[in-house]
């Protein structure tokens, strides 16, 4: 192991970088070593982007997305319509759908999504709020933009009732092939769904 | 993009993150919303790491190592043999090299290879405070750790020759069957040095 040879600051820069996603014991060493190569213009800024990022990013209240503000950007964004909530489990979700500029309307974040597995019950998700949020006046429809797992479509279920008897639209998003996909790979789920909801050309 | 959506703060935390080796800008987002989620285990104590190395870790100036201390802790560990000075690129190959236990001795950490192509000259490297060293009474052996490249070989034989004159031994790693390795995929070179350098059962 390192620790023998590099200080244990090092070691412990070393174990803490390979707790990020994406990065193993290995690629931690190499992240590591090109940090201390690269002090300057990386070690520095990326320490300071971190203690800055960790003084100022708060949760906004209203919605559950990270940002510097409460409300945050987008929920305080008047160019946006008011009158759709997109629905997500995380907040990587939410800048994904954002990335697509497919939709420009306000997001609930849940935090998670229901598993009975993992011990994630209804309490321990954002709903109270999303009930709250879909029960405003001017709120026409709630597009639940839920991963296509097991998990997330249980989910899905539970605010459809959850909103059953609220005046809004509860929508979900289209199955089908992605754009890019060859059908010999795909699965008989996403197949089936594409065919029953094939569109006219 | 994410800019749009997150404040500058996490857009910067991003953007630094995604010039580590191993993260591109996808896995860069993923682990800064990591971080964020993991802001008392994971945020604060990374960015106190990266601090701390910044604040202590110094380059060996007998050996080029990165450490917490000048001499490093290698160069004043009394129980390695001193008679033998091991040669390398770059630190992450003394890593890797005590990782693997094969060899206590001394190190010698270029800081590179000769590289016409990217203008690496002699003097870009660490071969003066090579040659004093291996003049050193004492020093018997000069192990040429690099990397089996192109750069790394012609390295290797320009330091054989900058030795030439001294008494010591001077000495490469051996060519051969990486453990594992299955004899169909490896190239002719490979196969050739596995042959010519076999050794008796």
Not at 34 to 61: F, G, Y
Not at 86 to 109: F, P
Not at 167 to 185: R, S, W
Request: aromatic fraction near 2%; charge should be neutral; charged fraction near 25%.
């Amino acid at each position: 192991m390192a620790q023998h040879v590099a200080g244990p600051e090092i070691e412990r820069l070393i174990q803490l970088l390979a707790r990020l996603p994406g990065l193993g014991p290995r690629s931690a060493r190499r992240a590591a070593l090109h940090l201390i190569k690269k002090r300057d213009t990386l070690l520095n800024p990326l320490s300071d982007a971190m203690r800055i990022a960790n003084e100022r990013i708060v949760v906004c209240s209203t919605c559950g997305n990270v940002d510097t503000s409460d409300p945050c950007t987008i929920c305080r964004d008047g160019k946006r319509d008011p009158s759709i909530l997109v629905v997500v489990e995380d907040v990587s979700d939410l800048w994904a759908l954002e990335r697509s500029g497919a939709v420009n309307a306000k997001y609930h974040v849940l935090g998670g999504v229901l598993s009975p597995l993992d011990g994630v019950r209804p309490e321990h998700l954002n709903l109270d709020r999303l009930v709250a949020r879909a029960s405003e006046p001017g709120v026409a429809e709630v597009i639940l933009a839920l991963n296509a797992t097991v998990d997330g479509q249980t989910t899905a279920h539970y605010i459809t009732e959850l909103l059953g008897h609220l005046p809004v639209k509860v929508t979900k998003l289209a199955h089908g092939v992605p754009v890019g996909g060859e059908l010999d790979y795909l699965d008989e789920g996403t197949l089936s769904a594409a065919i029953r909801q094939r569109t006219s050309f």
